[in-house]
């Protein structure tokens, strides 16, 4: 079976999931969450490898197509690093793509900022129950941080 890994980074917790990569549908087939350890992100970015490792060893028929990753920014998605987060100051320049790369080769690792790729998410999977149009407002609010709204997505 085709799969794809997705991992989210926040403040507080990072989660890491698999859904089945077949039609417009996607199906979780797992997902676990695990507290942030801000101070270390050398030490996550390493669980993140071990838990995508594990999953596939422990399902034999899972063939790994794509890991994307989402975190509030700012970010370089090109390079994969995540740059000066106000929610995880020890995580600036932390390098997400080198460590997954050397372990699993070839597939496509993708970097998003998490309210860019929640508001793909709703576009693609119509997840909206308005049917209105998803409008995000960016504001800078610093150099190292960025304040965004959506009338159409309820604040957490």
Same mark, same amino acid.
């Given at each position: 079976?085709?799969?794809?890994?997705?991992?989210?980074? %926040?403040?507080?917790?990072?989660?890491?999931?698999?859904?089945?990569?077949?039609?417009?549908?996607?199906?979780?087939?797992?997902?676990?969450?695990?507290?942030?350890?801000?101070?270390?992100?050398?030490?996550?970015?390493?669980?993140?490898?071990?838990?995508?490792?594990?999953? *596939?060893?422990?399902?034999?028929?899972?063939?790994?197509?794509?890991? %994307?990753?989402?975190? &509030?920014?700012?970010?370089?998605?090109?390079?994969? *690093?995540?740059?000066?987060?106000?929610? *995880?100051?020890?995580?600036?320049? =932390?390098? *997400?793509?080198?460590?997954?790369?050397?372990?699993? &080769?070839?597939?496509?690792?993708?970097?998003?900022?998490?309210?860019?790729?929640?508001?793909?998410?709703?576009?693609?999977?119509?997840?909206? =129950? =308005?049917?209105?149009?998803?409008?995000?407002?960016?504001?800078?609010?610093?150099?190292?941080? =960025?304040?965004?709204?959506?009338?159409?997505?309820?604040?957490?």
């Amino acid at each position: 079976m085709d799969v794809i890994a997705g991992i989210d980074i %926040g403040g507080t917790k990072c989660a890491v999931s698999f859904l089945e990569a077949q039609g417009e549908n996607p199906v979780f087939l797992s997902k676990e969450k695990v507290p942030t350890d801000e101070p270390h992100p050398e030490k996550m970015v390493q669980y993140f490898v071990e838990k995508i490792s594990g999953e *596939l060893e422990a399902h034999k028929d899972w063939s790994l197509k794509a890991i %994307g990753i989402s975190c &509030g920014g700012p970010l370089d998605e090109q390079r994969g *690093l995540i740059l000066c987060p106000p929610n *995880l100051p020890h995580w600036d320049h =932390t390098d *997400l793509f080198t460590p997954l790369k050397e372990r699993f &080769g070839e597939v496509p690792v993708m970097l998003q900022n998490d309210a860019n790729a929640c508001a793909l998410a709703e576009w693609q999977f119509r997840c909206s =129950t =308005t049917h209105r149009p998803i409008t995000l407002r960016w504001a800078r609010v610093s150099p190292c941080a =960025t304040a965004r709204t959506s009338p159409s997505l309820r604040p957490v």
